[in-house]
């Protein structure tokens, strides 16, 4: 868990060849802060930290559990996979629920299509190369020229 650029605590494996060092963790925390995104997005990169592995990449995943405060949650895992990412969006929201922080608002998911004019969500419009973007709230209101990108 980080605070801008403050480590508020850290979790790691015992097993010491696995641990992050402190310039590693201090790569990640810089990284993190300047992130403007971070605040209103789930974000998923890729990272090298040289101390731990300098000729490959780890995968960070970071949520903002709480916008007021800043407080945003950090996991890395050595594995790029969809399963990895959804398995770490989960325990995001069950850190959120356990710390009794209110779920994010407005924010969205935004899935890439390929679809003809038609096809694709019923009751969205979509054309080939067009971006739909799916949220929790009620559609009312959603302007079109925020939802599709040319």
């Given at each position: 868990?980080?605070?801008?650029?403050?480590?508020?605590?850290?979790?790691?494996?015992?097993?010491?060849?696995?641990?992050?060092?402190?310039s590693d963790l201090h790569l990640?925390?810089?990284?993190?802060?300047?992130?403007?995104?971070?605040?209103?997005?789930?974000?998923?990169?890729?990272?090298c930290l040289p101390r731990f592995?300098?000729?490959?990449?780890?995968?960070?995943?970071?949520?903002?559990?709480?916008?007021?405060?800043?407080?945003?949650?950090?996991?890395?895992?050595?594995?790029?996979?969809?399963?990895?990412?959804?398995?770490?969006?989960?325990?995001?929201?069950?850190?959120?629920?356990?710390?009794?922080?209110?779920?994010?608002?407005?924010?969205?998911?935004?899935?890439?299509?390929?679809?003809?004019?038609?096809?694709?969500?019923?009751?969205?419009?979509?054309?080939?190369?067009?971006?739909?973007?799916?949220?929790?709230?009620?559609?009312?209101?959603?302007?079109?020229?925020?939802?599709?990108?040319?």
């Amino acid at each position: 868990l980080v605070v801008g650029d403050r480590l508020v605590t850290l979790v790691q494996p015992r097993y010491r060849l696995h641990q992050l060092r402190p310039s590693d963790l201090h790569l990640i925390l810089n990284f993190v802060n300047y992130q403007p995104g971070l605040l209103t997005n789930e974000l998923w990169f890729p990272v090298c930290l040289p101390r731990f592995n300098s000729s490959g990449f780890v995968y960070a995943y970071t949520s903002c559990l709480d916008r007021d405060t800043g407080l945003s949650l950090v996991l890395i895992s050595q594995q790029n996979t969809t399963e990895q990412f959804e398995l770490f969006r989960t325990k995001a929201i069950e850190i959120r629920n356990k710390l009794g922080l209110p779920p994010p608002r407005g924010e969205g998911v935004i899935r890439i299509t390929a679809d003809k004019v038609g096809e694709g969500s019923p009751g969205k419009k979509s054309s080939a190369g067009k971006v739909n973007v799916d949220t929790d709230e009620e559609e009312e209101g959603l302007d079109e020229s925020l939802t599709h990108f040319d």
